[in-house]
């Protein structure tokens, strides 16, 4: 059984740096694809970004490219999104998700993934 926890959240002013982190387990990660998505009050859940664990290819949401870096430590099992330069619009629940997504095109997509975790909120005071 897949088991994501997310950590990292807080309250942070515009301009500001966080960094989420996604602890994976329960099995081997090689053939996944790991993802941040992020939902707003009243919004639609919203891809971030992604990475492909084994090759490391990394997917950024055009809103967050060269803001956002997101990577991965295979020895510790966990996945990182750097975030600097932080917006009010920034904030949202944060969520990582994992699953074996084989066409690029779907890890954007919520529905590509089955695990999830249970999320953790960013907040950015302008």
């Known amino acids: 059984q897949v088991q994501l926890v997310e950590s990292g959240g807080g309250l942070v002013q515009a301009g500001g740096s966080l960094r989420l982190s996604c602890q994976a387990s329960g099995r081997t990660f090689s053939n996944y694809v790991l993802g941040w998505f992020r939902q707003a009050p009243g919004k639609e859940r919203e891809f971030v970004a992604a990475?492909?664990?084994?090759?490391?290819?990394?997917y950024y949401a055009d809103s967050v490219k060269g803001r956002f870096t997101i990577s991965r430590d295979s020895a510790k099992n966990t996945m990182y999104l750097q975030m600097n330069s932080l917006k009010p619009e920034d904030t949202a629940v944060y969520y990582c998700a994992a699953d074996q997504i084989q066409r690029a095109s779907h890890v954007l997509l919520p529905r590509a993934y089955a695990y999830w975790g249970q999320g953790t909120q960013v907040t950015v005071s302008s």
């Open positions: 990475i492909s664990w084994s090759a490391g290819n990394t």
